[in-house]
């Protein structure tokens, strides 16, 4: 599975947008880049994931360089229920199974006031 | 909420006892999954069901031992833990096996 490279820790200010970015260079063409995040004592969250097109959804956007070799997580307006750890994760699709889940160290968000 | 629901939330169990932790997915799903989450490490994979079928096991100690008796339910049966096997325990579960994984909250297991 390729790996990916979070920074440990990033603030943001509380209302402004929030831009985590992850390193995924040796990504394969059938792998996905999925991002999940875990709040303080509770289990991950789904946020969104792509392959290879930018997407969007109620909660945040996903931006994929054209060379899929990174990408960013966008949470357009940051509130403080949003800091939490974030997770960038690449899946592989091992065509009928499933290849493992596998989570980093990600990135702790803190939103501050 | 997020459709799976782990009970207990907490529990306290001596190196001696025997307990489980119940898993309920009310999401359809047909895959469900346990993973470890220990103190400042990665969350681990345990166990993975697929159409109630154990499909992966991760080298996991025979003291954990998991049942999945239909595609809602799954249970992690626990005996004759060590105080390292203290983490939180959560369980997961998704539509086939390639598509999104949806957790639940987690069990908090300390074992004293």
């Known amino acids: 599975d390729a790996k990916t490279t979070q920074p440990p820790s990033m603030d943001c200010a509380e209302g402004r947008a929030a831009n985590l970015p992850c390193n995924h260079s040796?990504?394969?063409?059938?792998?996905?880049v999925y991002w999940y995040r875990q709040i303080h004592s509770q289990g991950p969250q789904y946020i969104i994931h792509?392959?290879?097109n930018n997407e969007t959804n109620e909660m945040a956007s996903l931006i994929i360089t054209e060379d899929r070799k990174s990408s960013t997580l966008i949470l357009p307006h940051a509130t403080l229920r949003d800091t939490a750890v974030y997770y960038c994760?690449?899946?592989?699709?091992?065509?009928?199974?499933?290849?493992?889940?596998?989570f980093g160290k990600g990135t702790k968000l803190s939103v501050k006031p | 909420e997020t459709g799976v629901t782990q009970t207990p939330r907490h529990l306290v169990m001596g190196m001696t006892n025997k307990k489980s932790l119940k898993c309920e997915q009310h999401?359809?799903?047909?895959?469900m999954y346990w993973y470890k989450q220990s103190a400042k490490k990665p969350l681990e994979l345990m166990f993975v069901?697929?159409?109630?079928?154990?499909?992966e096991n991760n080298s996991v100690p025979s003291r954990f031992s998991p049942e999945c008796p239909n595609s809602s339910h799954l249970f992690l049966h626990l005996h004759t833990l060590q105080p390292e096997d203290s983490a939180l325990y959560l369980c997961?579960?998704?539509?086939?096996?390639?598509?999104?994984?949806?957790f639940g909250e987690g069990s908090w297991l300390t074992v004293v």
């Open positions: 997961a579960s998704s539509q086939g096996q390639r598509n999104t994984i949806y």
């Open positions: 040796t990504i394969s063409g059938n792998e996905y």
């Open positions: 792509g392959l290879k």
């Open positions: 994760i690449v899946w592989k699709d091992y065509g009928g199974s499933q290849g493992n889940l596998i």
């Open positions: 999401l359809g799903h047909n895959a």
């Open positions: 069901y697929s159409l109630e079928e154990r499909v």
